[in-house]
């Protein structure tokens, strides 16, 4: 059976600014409008493809968003013996169609303050997009007594770096944008 053009999947890994991450992305997407993080085998019945993925070996965290999926291993292993299998299994499983995540039930949104609001915004206009390109993403949680709580997600959960970004960007651009912020903290996932 021959593959249409427009059914043909493509997977490219890509480096994360995290060395015991890689971020493999696929020509179709995954998982729109939403993001699932598996940082052990907890839960996993919720994402098929995680579960397949915490079978192997060398996987200690699955991140899924969008059209691509965060790899974290352990320190056994190297990324260029990983590599080639890796894009070979997540090609053959998107091709066959296989489930991603399972659907949850939506939760309903809370009522948000102007300055919630605010944050959330700058975190999605400007924060966002550079962490996602970095196979991770970050999730405001709560704005209390001056203190906005993220939880960082996939390549960024444990990354060397992600404290600095935290500090330096995320923080420095929160109290300089929503005076009533003085500090951002990220919770563990």
């Known amino acids: 059976m021959e ?4 059914n043909m999947v493509t997977i490219y ?17 995954l998982l729109p409008n939403d993001s699932a993080d598996f940082r052990n085998s907890a839960d996993l019945e919720r994402s098929p493809l995680a579960k397949a993925l915490f079978d192997m070996p060398f996987v200690t965290g699955v991140f899924i968003m969008n059209n691509f999926v ?9 990324w260029f013996d990983l590599i080639p299998d890796l894009r070979s299994f997540f090609q053959e499983w998107i091709e066959q ?7 949850e039930k939506a939760l309903s949104a809370e009522e948000e303050t102007e300055i919630e609001r605010k944050i959330r915004q700058l975190l999605d206009d400007h924060v966002k997009p550079a962490v996602e390109m970095d196979g991770g993403a970050i999730d405001f949680k ?22 600095m970004t935290l500090k330096a960007g995320i923080e420095n651009l929160l109290k300089r944008m929503v005076p009533e912020v003085k500090a951002v ?3 563990a996932v």
């Not at 593959?3 to 427009?6: G, T, V």
């Not at 890994?13 to 997407?29: I, L």
């Not at 965060?70 to 190297?78: F, G, M, V």
Request: a negative charge; aromatic letters at 4%.
């Open 3 to 6: 593959k249409s053009l427009e």
């Open 13 to 29: 890994a890509e480096a994360t600014p995290n060395p015991a991450s890689m971020k493999f992305v696929a020509n179709k997407m």
């Open 70 to 78: 965060s790899i974290t291993k352990n320190d056994d292993y190297e």
């Open 97 to 103: 169609g296989k489930d991603i995540v399972n659907p």
């Open 142 to 163: 709560s704005f209390h007594d001056g203190v906005v709580t993220v939880q960082m997600k996939g390549s960024c959960s444990g990354c060397p770096s992600s404290t």
């Open 185 to 187: 903290e990220a919770e």
